[in-house]
């Protein structure tokens, strides 16, 4: 009986050490890029939501004089300090140019954003199956949105962002504004869950953040010689009901 129970053990054991390479296998495929200045009370949150499937976690932050930079490390991430260059595309693509990246996927995201648990386990199928995702070189997903805590469902747009892609097959189009992740060649594929932005921020900071981003809209709209997004079309749809059926835009890549 005793040989029994030391043999079941030794197979559990066994058993165990082998789920836990192929884990290890699984999450060495994706690393994860984090943007970060003064984000102490997003960038916790963010990191642990996405371990389950990486054990890369890269937050290029712009000197935080809050307490960014000691949580995230806390938290296992790797903290790189990066001058702000102006944008965050100039950002993201000097991190994609100058990290030491390994892994064949990787997946940017803000602070302030997570991938629901049904995202995370959709990820590890598809790259769990490598051999089916042969000519893929981007996922793309669908972004929820948050406003003082409630989810917005109503009165705003649907956008569909390419964010997880194979490294050296894209880059971060250089926009002050709404910069997306342009792929060189192959196949995109279109994941079934969602992403969030939550961001927990006051009201205050939420105008002034928005004040922010429709000055970067202007200037971008009145430079000259901006480069305009090429690989990717919109279709829109609008609705005349005003009690509450959304507006949607949705971006497809050709």
């Not at 971060?172 to 969030?196: A, P, Q, W």
């Amino acid at each position: 009986e005793n040989n029994q129970t030391q043999y079941c053990i030794k197979l559990l054991s066994n058993w165990s050490l082998r789920m836990i390479d192929e884990l290890d296998k699984l999450n060495s495929l994706l690393t994860v890029i984090i943007l970060t200045f003064n984000e102490e009370r997003h960038i916790q949150r963010c990191i642990e939501r996405i371990k389950p499937i990486t054990n890369d976690v890269f937050v290029v932050d712009c000197f935080s004089d809050d307490r960014t930079k000691e949580i995230a490390e806390a938290n296992g991430a790797i903290v790189v300090q990066h001058k702000w260059p102006g944008n965050q595309a100039e950002q993201f693509n000097w991190a994609l140019e100058n990290l030491p990246i390994k892994s064949t996927w990787v997946l940017r995201l803000d602070a302030d954003e997570y991938l629901y648990k049904e995202t995370l386990e959709e990820i590890k199928e598809k790259l769990s199956n490598q051999s089916l995702i042969d000519d893929v070189t981007s996922f793309s997903f669908v972004r929820d949105r948050t406003f003082m805590g409630q989810k917005v469902k109503y009165g705003c747009h649907e956008i569909e962002l390419v964010r997880m892609f194979r490294f050296g097959y894209g880059h971060c189009e250089r926009k002050e504004m709404d910069e997306r992740i342009i792929t060189y060649s192959g196949r995109n594929v279109k994941l079934k869950g969602h992403f969030i932005d939550d961001s927990l921020i006051s009201f205050e900071d939420w105008k002034k953040k928005h004040i922010n981003y429709a000055e970067r809209e202007a200037r971008q709209y009145f430079i000259p010689n901006q480069t305009p997004t090429k690989n990717f079309y919109y279709k829109s749809t609008f609705s005349s009901n005003l009690i509450g059926t959304p507006s949607s835009i949705v971006l497809f890549s050709p």
